[in-house]
């Protein structure tokens, strides 16, 4: 007696689920899609920085998606994500450079002096000889430097190479987002002459307790270069609102 089995032969006018072409078609429609959000967030989130758009400024998906050449989707979610990061707030029609008042700035400013000079504690307990060299070729090169645009580079590759040091991917991505929240609002007082001197000098104070691998004098370090650059933020910000 012939055994049956519990199958049939497809029908074929039915599609078959799972067909290995339609799931491969639907993985690289996937990626192209991440990949192209991703491209836009990056550009956003660059003009944001570079003050292309400045805070209260009104972001239109139509507008943005024209301008960058792409459709208004990977705008949409780019854009979402840049509200998840405070850089963007929702407004009726679209999306807004978010604002932020001095108390604002003052708390964000709270939360990266107790992140970073934490970092700075780790960095001298976990640096290696690599990271120690890099601290101090950028401290080298912030010394020579007589432009103030380079001088501000350099301080931002700094406490980017500072973070590296303290070996905690998590922490390094929080401050980055920090950093692009401050990137925003007003800094002409931290662009003077006086105050990129007095920033190599609390940088050479940081360099020399982390490579002493002193964690405690690293995060009094940091934590007095941070607190004054701070105070020189809010009073402007105190001023501009007057």
């Known amino acids: 007696m012939t055994r049956r089995t519990g199958t049939?032969?497809?029908?074929?006018?039915?599609?078959m689920a799972g067909d290995p072409a339609d799931l491969a078609d639907g993985?690289?429609?996937?990626?192209?899609?991440?990949?192209?959000?991703?491209?836009?967030?990056?550009?956003?989130?660059?003009?944001?920085?570079e003050g292309r758009y400045r805070p209260g400024t009104l972001l239109l998906e139509t507008a943005v998606s024209a301008d960058h050449g792409?459709?208004?989707?990977?705008?949409?979610?780019?854009?979402?994500?840049?509200?998840?990061?405070?850089?963007?707030?929702?407004?009726?029609?679209?999306?807004?450079?978010?604002?932020?008042?001095?108390?604002?700035v003052l708390d964000v400013y709270e939360a990266r002096i107790a992140l970073e000079?934490?970092?700075?504690?780790?960095?001298?307990?976990?640096?290696?000889?690599?990271?120690?060299?890099?601290?101090?070729?950028i401290q080298e090169q912030a010394l020579r430097a007589e432009d103030p645009v380079e001088s501000r580079r350099l301080d931002g590759e700094f406490h980017r190479a500072l973070r590296q040091a303290a070996h905690n991917?998590?922490?390094?991505?929080?401050?980055?987002?920090?950093?692009?929240?401050m990137a925003l609002y007003g800094n002409r007082a931290t662009r003077d002459r006086s105050n990129l001197d007095l920033t190599r000098a609390e940088h050479e104070r940081?360099?020399?307790?982390?490579?002493?691998?002193?964690?405690?004098?690293?995060?009094?370090?940091?934590?007095?270069?941070?607190?004054?650059?701070?105070d020189l933020?809010?009073?402007?910000?105190?001023?501009?609102?007057?």
């Open 8 to 15: 049939r032969p497809a029908d074929a006018g039915e599609p």
């Open 27 to 49: 993985v690289a429609s996937d990626a192209v899609g991440r990949d192209a959000t991703a491209g836009q967030y990056q550009r956003l989130r660059r003009e944001l920085i």
């Open 117 to 137: 000079s934490h970092v700075a504690a780790t960095a001298a307990i976990r640096h290696t000889a690599l990271d120690l060299a890099l601290l101090r070729h």
């Open 70 to 104: 792409v459709s208004r989707t990977p705008v949409r979610e780019a854009m979402a994500r840049l509200e998840q990061d405070g850089l963007l707030e929702r407004a009726v029609r679209g999306y807004r450079v978010r604002t932020r008042s001095p108390e604002e």
């Open 233 to 242: 933020r809010i009073a402007e910000l105190v001023e501009g609102r007057d």
């Open 169 to 181: 991917v998590t922490t390094a991505e929080l401050l980055e987002r920090l950093d692009a929240q």
């Open 206 to 230: 940081v360099l020399d307790a982390v490579a002493r691998r002193d964690p405690q004098a690293a995060r009094e370090r940091l934590t007095e270069h941070l607190t004054r650059v701070r």
